[in-house]
């Protein structure tokens, strides 16, 4: 099992993004454009395992059952949700209720 905690190792690629502050629409295609691109530069190749499905910033956890890893971000690491002063059941149910509703 790959456990991904906290923040990936390896940051997005977003080389060839151009972002214009004048226009949502033409970033989100621009960007739309650029994610398929670097899916279909995938194909044919290895799975990559350390590749993360959620951003760091993202307050939930995923169990993916075809990869076999579990993704807990940093946002969920971070206060509310986990501190010092908590007991240990709490934070555990909170967790596993946020990977649960997934």
Do not use: C
């Not at 691109?37 to 075809?66: F, K, M």
């Amino acid at each position: 099992m790959v456990a991904k905690i906290g923040h990936p190792t390896i940051a997005p690629d977003f080389t060839g993004l151009t972002i214009l502050p004048t226009s949502f629409l033409a970033n989100e295609i621009g960007l739309h454009h650029l994610r398929s691109t670097q899916v279909r530069a995938l194909l044919g190749q290895a799975v990559d395992r350390t590749e993360w499905q959620l951003s760091p910033l993202t307050v939930n956890a995923i169990y993916d059952p075809t990869a076999n890893d579990v993704t807990l971000p940093a946002a969920l690491l971070a206060s509310p949700f986990l501190g010092t002063s908590r007991s240990t059941p709490p934070i555990s149910g909170r967790s596993a209720a946020s990977s649960a509703t997934r």
